[in-house]
């Protein structure tokens, strides 16, 4: 369903959500439930698995008192490296720890790492997040969809004028892009002039955009679920669209969504109304996902047929395959080196 690619450094959580006085918030990351928090003003999130060791309550659920998380069951205290601290009216037993994961803030998100974090690349650095010419809103949500299904419907510019269409306008967005991949398989660019027609909505959205026009679009992805599409849309409107995407599990994906551009930068409730139209577009891809019968291609259970428009979605395929392989292959030396050490000590 889901290629769980565990080493890699995914966003759990916006850093401005994370704060010191308040509630932990629950999360999850390839089938880890996980506790992120802040211990102190200004001081960094801290990710710790969420089981609590004393009857399993899930942390996430608790509250950040002095630098801890405090249990939501029976009030034991857990600090930023998962140590117990506190446990209220007894002696801390001393094997009572939650595991910590590593953490990082970046471009207003807290990123985690449940696998092996030495061979994580570092999460890119996605310049338009911080281009002030730029007005944003975002949307954060969890889709009920395997992740490698969500990604490469995001990548898949040939659905829009389908799924879409009543949305966008009936022969929205068709091209074709060509692809350029990176040497080192960390993602690829491709770039497409896209005809585009849109209805009344989509165009006073769009910046009053023409009913019919081209568009040049550059698409970049950054493995594994990391997708910016950055348009010249003409008449100088430029417009970006990022979207993060993290793997809850099999069936889940949490989704960091970003509507960037350099137009309708002030008019009132501009990024309320962008917001309701986004969501009504993930609606529209969340009932089609509630039916695929294919909701992974790698694992599809019938030979698919791809046409030139699948070009990107091919690419992001072939990528999962190849890190998926890569994973593989290092999981096995490691158990090759720990059986290897075990009979060593025998
Ligand atoms: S379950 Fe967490 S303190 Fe009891
Ligand atoms: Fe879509």
Redesign the pocket.
């Known amino acids: 369903m889901t290629t769980m690619l565990t080493d890699f450094w995914y966003p759990v959580a916006h850093s401005a959500d994370v704060v010191a006085a308040g509630e932990a918030l629950p999360r999850r990351l390839l089938g880890h439930d996980l506790a992120v928090f802040r211990p102190a003003r200004g001081a960094a999130a801290r990710v710790l698995g969420a089981f609590c060791p004393h009857r399993g309550a899930h942390l996430g659920h608790g509250r950040v008192v002095d630098g801890c998380v405090e249990c939501p069951y029976h009030g034991w205290r857990f600090d930023g490296a998962g140590r117990c601290t506190a446990v209220p009216g007894e002696a801390r037993p001393a094997r009572a720890q939650a595991p910590a994961f590593p953490t990082r803030e970046s471009q207003g998100l807290v990123w985690t790492c449940v696998g092996d974090v030495a061979r994580a690349p570092a999460p890119p650095l996605l310049p338009a997040l911080d281009d002030r010419s730029l007005r944003a809103f975002d949307v954060e949500m969890v889709v009920e969809s395997g992740f490698d299904w969500w990604v490469e ?2 990548i ?1 510019v040939s ?2 004028r389908f ?2 269409g009543q949305s966008y306008g009936e022969a929205s967005y068709a091209g074709k892009f060509s692809v350029e991949r990176s040497a080192d398989g960390l993602g690829f660019r491709a770039r497409a002039r896209l005809a585009q027609d849109m209805n009344l909505v989509a165009r006073l959205l769009h910046g009053w955009a023409p009913a019919r026009s081209t568009m040049e679009v550059t698409l970049e992805h950054h493995m594994p679920g990391i997708t910016v599409f950055d348009s010249d849309q003409g008449g100088g409107r430029r417009q970006v669209l990022a979207f993060l995407c993290t793997p809850e599990d099999a069936t889940h994906t949490r989704m960091f969504a970003y509507v960037l551009r350099n137009y309708l930068k002030w008019v009132p409730g501009g990024d309320a109304i962008g917001r309701l139209f986004a969501a009504r ?2 609606r ?2 969340l009932a ?1 996902a509630r039916t695929v019968l294919a909701p992974s291609y790698l694992d599809a259970p019938q030979p698919l047929v791809s046409v030139a428009a699948d070009e990107p979605t091919l690419e992001f395929q072939r990528l999962l395959r190849l890190w998926r392989e890569r994973q593989g292959q290092n999981q096995s030396q490691t158990e090759g080196r720990s059986h290897g050490l075990a009979r060593a000590e025998r």
């Open positions: 419907n995001i898949d659905h829009v799924v879409h577009i993930f529209e891809d089609l």
